[in-house]
């Protein structure tokens, strides 16, 4: 017969700290923000999607003639989208 062994193994320690204070005045403001128009939604895309995507105009061209083949929608059912609104620095 095999000995087991007697020793307990212990789940991984959670890094993350209860609270982290960061010093603000050392922020710097952030370099991308004036590339985005007011209304625009980031999004992120996956490796291989990029591959073929290498502008965003290619990716809202697509979209577009996407949804100009799809059955118009009831006004009830297109919800609002949300700016995000930068904060202040």
Same mark, same amino acid.
């Given at each position: 017969?095999?000995?087991?062994?007697?020793?307990?193994?212990?789940?991984?320690?959670?890094?993350?700290r209860?609270?982290?204070?960061?010093?603000?005045s050392?922020?710097?403001?952030?370099?991308f923000?004036a590339?985005f *128009?007011?209304? !625009? /939604?980031a999004? =992120?895309?996956?490796?291989?999607?990029? #591959?073929?995507?290498?502008t965003?105009?290619?990716?809202?061209?697509l979209?577009r003639?996407?949804?100009s083949?799809l059955p118009?929608? *009831?006004?009830? !059912? /297109?919800?609002? =989208?949300?700016?995000?609104?930068?904060r #202040?620095?």
């Amino acid at each position: 017969m095999k000995r087991t062994s007697s020793v307990k193994v212990q789940p991984p320690m959670d890094d993350l700290r209860p609270e982290y204070r960061f010093d603000y005045s050392r922020a710097k403001p952030n370099r991308f923000a004036a590339q985005f *128009e007011a209304g !625009a /939604v980031a999004v =992120v895309l996956d490796p291989d999607v990029a #591959a073929v995507f290498r502008t965003s105009e290619a990716v809202n061209a697509l979209l577009r003639s996407v949804i100009s083949a799809l059955p118009p929608l *009831e006004p009830a !059912a /297109v919800a609002p =989208v949300k700016a995000r609104v930068p904060r #202040a620095g």
